[in-house]
């Protein structure tokens, strides 16, 4: 739920989180267990490491 610009590359770590619970979710259906390891910072190819978001 919400709206998260899936273009915008400071929604890196959002967007994929979303898609992480979205398969636990398909994977829970069919009555598999699923786990998501949650990294603490993720940085997307043209995000700058002095960008100020770190």
Known sequence: ??????????????????????LCACYSHKNMICKIVRPSQILAGGIALDDGIL
């Open 1 to 22: 739920m919400g709206g998260i610009d899936p273009l915008n590359i400071h929604n890196v770590y959002a967007c994929a989180k979303r898609g992480a619970e979205t």
